[in-house]
C-alpha cells in the first residue's frame, strides 16, 4: 500500500546520468512508498534494451548533430529526446505497482490544463489519433518502474531526421512517415510550458493517491552511486553492442512487437545469436538467445528449446517465424 510520495526534478539533461539516476531510484525504493521522477534529455536518442542501434536510428546523422545514443533497461521502441519532451517515471514496489493508475495520473493531469487525451494499445497515449506519449515498463529485485515520454514541443525534424522506422510498420499501420502520426502537447495548447506541466504532474500525482508529494532533497542522493551507474550507461558496448553481421537472418512484425533474429548455423546446429525487438517483453526477447543457442536447426528442436515460454502468442509467432525457413 502507498504511504509515501516523492518527487524528484532533474535539470541536468545527460541522458546516461539520468538514466542512471532512475536506475539509482529503482534500486533504493522503499516499501510504500511512489517516486515521481522528471527528467530531460537533450539531442538524444534513446533505444529499448533488447534494439540494435544500427538498426533504430541515423548514427551519422546524430553525430553530425552533436547528439547522443543511449541505451535504457526497459523494451520498447526507440526515442527521440529533447528539450521539448518531458520524461517521468513512476517507481515503486512491484506489489504497489499498478499501470492503469499510473497512467491515470498523466492522462488527469493532461486534463487539468485543458487536454483530453487516452491510452491507445498497450503503451501510447494520443490525442485525436496522434502519438504524443509513449511509455515502457520495467522490474528487478521486486522494485518497478514505468516510464515515458510527453511530446510538449519536440523538434519533429530531428524526430524523423535521427529514426529508422522500418517501412514495414508503417505500411501495416497505413501511415505515410513518423512525423505524420505524433503530435505536440503546444498543437492542442500553445501556452503550455514545461513548468506547469511539471506543476500539473505533481499535483496530479498526489491527488490520485491522496498523500501530500514531498520533493526530495538532492543532498539525499549518493551521488558517486549515480556516477558509477553512469560508466554503465555511457559505455559504448552498452550502448551499440557488436557489430557484427550474421549469415541467417528472419524478420517479423507482431501485436506484440517487431523481432529480428540474427544467427549462425553450423554443422546442423544454432552457434550463436542475436535477437533485437521493440516488445516491451524485454526479459522475454533477452532470453530467446539462450534458449536457441545449441538447438539443432530443425522445427522439432525449435519447438522444444521455445516450449519454456509462457506467452502463447508470442511462442507460436516466433515457431511460424521459424517454420518458413523448412517449407
Not at 78 to 105: C, M, P, S, W
Not at 161 to 184: G, H, M, P, T, W
Amino acid at each position: 500500500m502507498i504511504n509515501s510520495l516523492t518527487y524528484f526534478v532533474q535539470y541536468d539533461h545527460d541522458p546516461y546520468l539520468n538514466l542512471a539516476l532512475e536506475e539509482y531510484f529503482l534500486r533504493h525504493v522503499q516499501v510504500g512508498q511512489c517516486i515521481l521522477y522528471l527528467w530531460q534529455n537533450e539531442n538524444t536518442i534513446v533505444i529499448g534494451k533488447n534494439q540494435n542501434a544500427w538498426s533504430e536510428c541515423k548514427t551519422s546523422a546524430i553525430e553530425k548533430n552533436k547528439g547522443r545514443v543511449a541505451r535504457r533497461l526497459s523494451g520498447g521502441g526507440a526515442v527521440y529526446h529533447d528539450l521539448g519532451n518531458q520524461n517521468f517515471t513512476f517507481l515503486l514496489k512491484e506489489n504497489d505497482y499498478d499501470v492503469t493508475r499510473q497512467t491515470n495520473i498523466i492522462l488527469h493531469a493532461l486534463s487539468s490544463l485543458g487536454i483530453k487525451a487516452k491510452l491507445t494499445g498497450r503503451n501510447d497515449l494520443t490525442i485525436e489519433g496522434k502519438k504524443f506519449s509513449g511509455h515502457a515498463y520495467y522490474s528487478s529485485g521486486g522494485n518497478a518502474y514505468h516510464h515515458g515520454t510527453l511530446m510538449v514541443d519536440v523538434d519533429e525534424e530531428k524526430l524523423s531526421a535521427f529514426l529508422n522506422v522500418s517501412k514495414a510498420k508503417l505500411e501495416k499501420r497505413s501511415i505515410a512517415s513518423v512525423r505524420s502520426r505524433v503530435i505536440n502537447l503546444k498543437d492542442i495548447l500553445p501556452d503550455l510550458n514545461l513548468t506547469n506541466l511539471r506543476e500539473a504532474l505533481v499535483k496530479s500525482f498526489a491527488k490520485e493517491y491522496g498523500l501530500e508529494a514531498k520533493l526530495l532533497d538532492k543532498n539525499e542522493i549518493d551521488m558517486d552511486a549515480v556516477l558509477a551507474l553512469r560508466q554503465k550507461y555511457s559505455d559504448w558496448d552498452f550502448i551499440y553492442g557488436s557489430k557484427n553481421r550474421f549469415p541467417e537472418k528472419l524478420q517479423g512484425i507482431f501485436p506484440w512487437g517487431e523481432i529480428t533474429i540474427d544467427y549462425v548455423v553450423d554443422k546442423g546446429h544454432i552457434k550463436d545469436v542475436a535477437v533485437y525487438s521493440d516488445s516491451l517483453d524485454a526479459d522475454l526477447i533477452a532470453s530467446l538467445p539462450k534458449l536457441l543457442r545449441g538447438t539443432r536447426y530443425e522445427i522439432v528442436s525449435l519447438n522444444e528449446s521455445l516450449s519454456v515460454i509462457n506467452d502463447e502468442q508470442i511462442k507460436n509467432d516466433l515457431l511460424d517465424l521459424f517454420s518458413k525457413v523448412f517449407l
